[in-house]
C-alpha cells in the first residue's frame, strides 16, 4: 500500500533551472493537489485538480505549471526556478465524498540557490 | 469561502499536562473536519475525524468534538508526552467543493521531559 509517493525527496536547483517533482497515487482519488510549507507559513495550496485533465490554481500558482493526464500522477513543474521558491513541497490527495480526508506524500524539500 | 483559524503556537509543555489547541472554522456548507499531525521529516498524517455536529473523534488519546454551534473542533489530550512533540493541523472538508481541503496554519507542540 503505497499511498502518495513523491520524488524526489531532496533537490538543489540553480536559478533559471527548471525541473518537474513528481506525485503518484494508487488509491484512485479524483482530487489531487501540491502545497509548498514554508516556516510560519502554514500549507499554502500551489494547484490542484479535481481529476484528470481539469487542473485550477491555488492561492500561490505563479512560477508553476501542472497536469494531470492519468488519475495517478500531478506532476508540478517549476518553469525558471528562483530563490523565492525554496519550501518544502507536498502533494496530497482525496477522494469525493463526506470522507474525504487527505493523504499525503513524504515531501520534496527544495532549494534554489 | 471556506477558512480555518487555529491557535498560534508555539505551546510548550511538560510531560503529562493537558492540552487543548483551539481551532475555529467558516464553511458555506456541512464540512467534515479533521486534526492532522506533522512529525519532523515528514509528511501531514491523519490524526483522528469527525463527519458531523456532536460527533467525537479519537486517537492516540487525543479528542476532538465537532460543535456546529460554535463552530469549533479543538484538539484536547490529557496528558501529553514527549513522543507528542510535532505540528498540529486542524483542517476541513467540504463535500460541496470537490473534496478539497482547507488548512489551519499549524501548531508546533514541544512536549519537555
Known amino acids: 500500500n503505497a499511498g502518495v509517493t513523491q520524488t524526489p525527496k531532496f533537490q538543489v536547483l540553480k536559478t533559471g533551472q527548471s525541473m518537474t517533482l513528481q506525485c503518484a497515487q494508487d488509491m484512485n482519488h479524483e482530487y489531487m493537489s501540491w502545497y509548498r510549507q514554508d516556516p510560519g507559513m502554514g500549507l499554502r495550496l500551489i494547484h490542484y485538480s479535481v481529476g484528470a485533465g481539469i487542473t485550477d490554481q491555488g492561492e500561490v500558482p505563479n512560477g508553476y505549471n501542472v497536469s494531470r493526464s492519468t488519475t495517478e500522477d500531478f506532476p508540478l513543474r517549476l518553469l525558471s526556478a528562483a530563490p523565492s521558491q525554496t519550501s518544502v513541497y507536498f502533494c496530497a490527495s482525496s477522494s469525493r465524498g463526506i470522507y474525504t480526508e487527505a493523504f499525503f506524500g513524504q515531501g520534496t524539500r527544495l532549494t534554489v540557490v | 469561502g471556506d477558512s480555518v483559524t487555529q491557535m498560534e503556537g508555539p505551546v510548550t509543555l511538560s510531560e503529562e499536562a493537558f492540552l487543548t489547541i483551539n481551532c475555529t472554522y467558516t464553511?458555506?456548507?456541512?464540512?467534515?473536519l479533521f486534526w492532522y499531525v506533522q512529525y519532523p521529516g515528514e509528511g501531514l498524517q491523519l490524526l483522528l475525524k469527525a463527519t458531523k455536529a456532536d460527533d467525537k473523534g479519537s486517537n492516540k488519546g487525543f479528542e476532538a468534538t465537532y460543535r456546529k454551534e460554535t463552530t469549533s473542533f479543538h484538539l484536547e489530550k490529557g496528558s501529553v508526552q514527549v513522543s507528542d512533540s510535532a505540528v498540529y493541523f486542524c483542517a476541513l472538508s467540504d463535500p460541496t467543493n470537490a473534496g478539497k481541503s482547507t488548512f489551519g496554519d499549524g501548531t508546533t507542540l514541544t512536549v519537555k521531559p
Open positions: 464553511a458555506t456548507g456541512y464540512p467534515s
